[in-house]
C-alpha cells in the first residue's frame, strides 16, 4: 500500500434519498487539505463483503489502484474540522458508488491523503475578493459546503451567493445546514459576509426556489436579481461544480455576461466538472 494511503473508520451516514447520501470518516492527523478540494477514496474488494462484485463491473468512472478500488471525492467539511464528510450520488449500476451506498458505521475505508484539485478560494488573484457567486448542481454542492465552514472565507468577501439547483426538493440536500451558516459561521467574524442562497428546484414547483435551470436564470437576469447585487467583471469571483453540461452552458452564460475565465490567477470563473 502507497505511504500516502491510510485506513479510515466510517463514523456517521445520513441518506437524503434512495440515490443521494452523506457520510463521515475519521481524519488522519496528517492529512491536510483546502476547502474546495478533493481526495481519492478507495475500497479493499476483499474486506468488504458487499464490495466482491467490484471488479466484476465494467464501470470506468472507478480507477483501479493495485487491487484496491479509488474513486475522487470532494469535501464537504472544512479544513478545521475532526471528521471528513463526503456528499455521494448513487450512480446506477456503477462499480464503486452502488456498492458504497450499503456503508455502515465502523466500515473500513481507504484514504489517499494527497489532496488534489484547483478550484479554491485561493486561486484568485484579481480582482480582488468582493462578491463570491457559487453555482452548483447535485452533490457538486459539496466543495462550497466545505468553503463556507472557512472562517476566511466569511471574511474576505461582502457578499456569498449560493446558487444550488436539484432536480427535487428532496434532492436539495443541507438546506438546513446552509440556513444555519450565516448564524454560525457569519457570528465569528467582523464584517461577515452576507450570505444570500437561492434554492433552485427544476421538475416540480416549490414555493421560495427558483425552477428554471441557471444559464437561463443568468442570461435573463432573474439570479441577479434575486441575488439584489450585480455580476461585476471588477468585482466577481464565480465558482462552478456539478454536472458538465451545466458547467458548460453556465460558463457560456457568464462568459456573455462579459466575465471571463480566471487563468494564472487573474479572472472571474473557475469551475470543476463532477464527473
Ligand atoms: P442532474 O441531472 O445533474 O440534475 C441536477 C440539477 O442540475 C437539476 O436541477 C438539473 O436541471 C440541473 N442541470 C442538468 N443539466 C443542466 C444544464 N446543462 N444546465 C443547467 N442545469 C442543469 O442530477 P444529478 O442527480 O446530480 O445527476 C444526474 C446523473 O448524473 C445521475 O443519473 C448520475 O448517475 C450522474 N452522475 C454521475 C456522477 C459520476 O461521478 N459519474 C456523479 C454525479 C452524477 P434539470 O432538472 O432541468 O435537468
Known amino acids: 500500500m502507497s505511504d500516502n494511503i491510510q485506513t479510515v473508520t466510517v463514523l456517521s451516514k445520513t441518506t437524503w ?41 465494467n464501470d470506468t468512472s472507478d480507477t483501479a489502484l493495485n487491487e ?15 471528521v471528513i464528510e463526503f456528499f455521494s450520488i448513487v450512480i446506477p449500476d456503477g462499480a464503486f458508488t452502488s456498492q458504497l451506498q450499503h456503508l455502515q458505521v465502523g466500515d473500513e475505508l481507504l484514504l489517499n491523503t494527497m489532496p488534489f484539485g484547483f ?6 488573484q484579481k480582482p480582488l475578493p468582493k462578491d463570491l457567486w457559487l453555482l452548483a448542481t447535485g452533490t457538486g454542492l459539496a466543495p462550497f459546503l466545505s468553503m463556507l465552514q472557512d472562517l476566511k472565507t466569511w471574511e474576505d468577501y461582502e457578499h456569498i451567493v449560493l446558487a444550488y439547483s436539484a432536480r427535487s426538493t428532496q434532492e436539495l440536500a443541507y438546506v ?41 436564470l443568468l442570461l435573463e437576469g432573474t439570479l441577479e436579481k434575486q441575488a439584489g447585487i450585480a455580476l461585476d467583471i471588477d468585482t466577481t469571483h464565480v465558482m462552478l461544480c456539478g454536472n458538465p453540461d451545466m458547467v458548460d452552458d453556465t460558463k457560456e452564460a457568464l462568459k456573455s455576461l462579459r466575465l471571463v475565465m480566471n487563468r494564472r490567477g487573474e479572472g472571474n470563473i473557475a469551475v470543476e466538472n463532477y464527473w
Not at 23 to 31: E, G, H, I, L
Not at 33 to 38: E, L, V, W
Not at 119 to 124: F, G, M, N, V, W
Not at 182 to 193: C, H, I, S
Open 68 to 82: 484496491d478500488i479509488f474513486r475522487a471525492y470532494s469535501i464537504v467539511s472544512s479544513p478545521f474540522d475532526e
Open 176 to 216: 438546513d445546514k446552509i440556513k444555519s451558516l450565516q448564524e454560525d459561521f457569519g457570528t465569528l467574524v467582523d464584517n461577515p459576509a452576507k450570505l444570500i442562497f437561492i434554492p433552485i428546484v427544476t421538475r416540480e414547483p416549490v414555493d421560495g426556489a427558483l425552477s428554471e435551470r441557471l444559464p437561463k
Open 17 to 57: 434519498t434512495p440515490t443521494l447520501f452523506s457520510f463521515t470518516v475519521s481524519r488522519p492527523d496528517s492529512f491536510k487539505f483546502t476547502a474546495g478540494q478533493f481526495v481519492r477514496l478507495g475500497v479493499n474488494p476483499s474486506q468488504l463483503k458487499y464490495y466482491q462484485q467490484i471488479e466484476a463491473s
Open 119 to 124: 478550484l479554491t478560494l485561493a486561486r484568485y
